[in-house]
């Protein structure tokens, strides 16, 4: 059986970890509704599986998650990793009622 006929969602991805498609030494955590340590965990075994890079992407009330994401695995965990950047953008979503919602957005790329 397949995902679609049982309408259960998969749960291979930890932490939303997922590969980006352009670059094999790039990795993305998108952060979710999880404690700050899950995605800490996700991106240091991220870096010792040999990524270069890691994008730590949140919208919305998560960003300042997303921040400490980023500041507790560069001072606790990994200090050589920089901020190479960070990109903040807004996008738009649709509400149930049919009305568009301006959500704010957070990208920031660590790297050795």
Do not use: P
């Not at 997922?18 to 996700?42: F, P, R, T, W």
């Not at 965990?77 to 919602?101: A, M, N, P, R, Y």
Request: charged share 30%; aromatic share 2%; hydrophobic share 35%.
């Amino acid at each position: 059986m397949t995902e679609e006929n049982t309408g259960k969602k998969s749960s291979s991805k930890k932490a939303g970890a997922e590969k980006l498609q352009d670059n094999d030494s790039m990795e993305c955590i998108l952060v979710g509704n999880k404690n700050v340590m899950s995605y800490v965990l996700a991106c240091v075994t991220l870096f010792n599986k040999g990524a270069e890079e890691v994008v730590i992407k949140a919208r919305g009330r998560l960003i300042s998650r997303a921040v400490d994401v980023a500041e507790i695995t560069r001072h606790r965990f990994i200090s050589d990793l920089t901020v190479k950047s960070i990109e903040i953008g807004t996008t738009t979503v649709q509400t149930d009622k049919g009305s568009d919602l301006n959500v704010s957005t957070i990208d920031i790329t660590l790297t050795r």
